[in-house]
């Protein structure tokens, strides 16, 4: 390994045992057998990472805002309870309460 390269190395928060172990890697070739196996096509590449990035976050279609507020010890441990969905039901039976009360 020449002294840039090193220096390359080095300045990309990698060791020279790290960079090595990286030249030496010998690159995957697909055998042609298991169709699990074969490497991505880039427009493959492309539309993955493409649906990945529009299933993150809220759906934009979405009516709910995000808020901070404080509950009771108590209640909150009983939603919880539960499992998963928690703050759901608890959304529901707010609304649930809506139907019967006036807001102040």
């Known amino acids: 390994m020449t002294s840039t390269e090193l220096r390359e190395a080095s300045v990309m928060g990698k060791s020279k045992t790290q960079k090595t172990r990286a030249q030496a890697a010998t690159p995957y070739v697909w055998d042609g057998e298991d169709e699990d196996d074969r490497p991505l096509t880039r427009e493959e590449m492309q539309a ?6 529009r299933q993150r976050g809220r759906p934009t ?3 709910k805002e995000s ?3 404080r509950f009771d010890r108590d209640v909150l441990a ?3 309870a539960g499992g998963p969905g928690w703050q759901t039901r608890m959304n529901a ?3 649930d309460w809506l139907k019967t009360q006036s807001p102040v």
Do not use: H, K
């Open 48 to 53: 993955g990472i493409e649906t990945y990035r």
């Open 61 to 63: 279609g979405s009516d």
């Open 67 to 69: 808020t901070t507020i």
């Open 78 to 80: 009983a939603f919880r």
């Open 93 to 95: 039976v707010l609304r």
